[in-house]
């Protein structure tokens, strides 16, 4: 067995991040539609979480969850883009290759904008399902070429759907990636011994609104903002302690970008604008790029 049960075992380091603050926050916004399986699109299967789990049968096509899926492309993205702007905050937008091959310009737009552009995979799947490193490095490899192409930008950070293959650490430090994001077990970033060059940036689930397709999750809005609220503030009381700390909060253009669920992320902006400099909100590049200059 070679789970790390142990982490920082209680202490943690002495930093703080670049505005003086003990608490870091990410906002990170996935860009996946268009990369989600589909018959329609030439899979052997069609995703079956959306606004309701799919009744449609396997292997036919989906037209209504492709639908679901194409809103957070074709409205969803401009909520998040303007809100973004209004709020002045930088984000992460984790993109899949084929979703940006796909729409270049929403993936532009990201970038122009100021906010990073990470990899989520070739598709929206498990890198753990990947039989072999040759087709997983090979669905990096095309990826990265597609956000580069769009963007004019290469992307240094990782995060799939579910959970990391057994190689996948080794193909992203193989191609100089400054972090990987799948770890949902610390509130600090920290190295990996088996890959040192590659920083380890956890991310979280809890604080994501993916939640609101999960059946015991949200419902309204308010719930997320509530929630958010309550991770900050037992976050930011650690932090006054001395203790640096990062929060993660995730995002979906097809969920929050619904019109009845985007309170959910204006409502946490203006929770952190009311924070001041209590945290510092920045993309994950320079999360990651903060805690290896302050000796992490």
């Not at 929206?124 to 040759?134: F, L």
């Not at 993660?248 to 019109?259: D, T, V, W």
């Amino acid at each position: 067995m070679t789970r790390d049960l142990i982490g920082y075992g209680g202490r943690w380091p002495d930093l703080r991040w670049p505005n003086g603050a003990r608490l870091a926050v990410s906002l990170a916004v996935n860009l996946e539609e268009g990369a989600e399986q589909q018959v329609g699109d030439g899979d052997p299967v069609s995703e079956r979480l959306g606004e309701v789990l799919s009744v449609v049968a396997p292997g036919r096509r989906d037209r209504g969850q492709e639908q679901i899926f194409s809103y957070g492309t074709r409205a969803g993205i401009w909520r998040f883009l303007d809100a973004l702007e209004r709020h002045r905050m930088p984000a992460t937008f984790l993109m899949c290759g084929r979703a940006v091959e796909r729409a270049p310009a929403l993936a532009a737009a990201a970038v122009q904008a100021g906010h990073e552009a990470a990899l989520h995979g070739w598709l929206w799947r498990p890198h753990a399902d990947y039989a072999e490193a040759g087709a997983e490095a090979a669905d990096i490899d095309r990826a990265v070429v597609a956000i580069r192409a769009a963007t004019g930008t290469t992307p240094r950070g990782f995060f799939c759907r579910g959970a990391e293959s057994g190689w996948t650490r080794a193909l992203l430090a193989e191609r100089g990636f400054l972090y990987t994001s799948n770890a949902f077990d610390d509130d600090l970033p920290y190295r990996d011994p088996g890959h040192p060059g590659l920083l380890v940036l956890p991310y979280a689930l809890d604080s994501n609104d993916m939640k609101f397709f999960h059946p015991n999750g949200f419902v309204r809005a308010a719930e997320m903002v509530e929630y958010v609220g309550d991770a900050l503030a037992v976050l930011l009381t650690e932090a006054e302690r001395g203790r640096p700390r990062l929060l993660n909060i995730g995002y979906h253009l097809r969920i929050a970008g619904r019109p009845g669920r985007f309170r959910a992320f204006e409502g946490v902006l203006a929770l952190l604008q009311a924070c001041g400099d209590r945290v510092w909100v920045a993309r994950r590049d320079a999360i990651a790029e903060a805690f290896l200059a302050a000796g992490g």
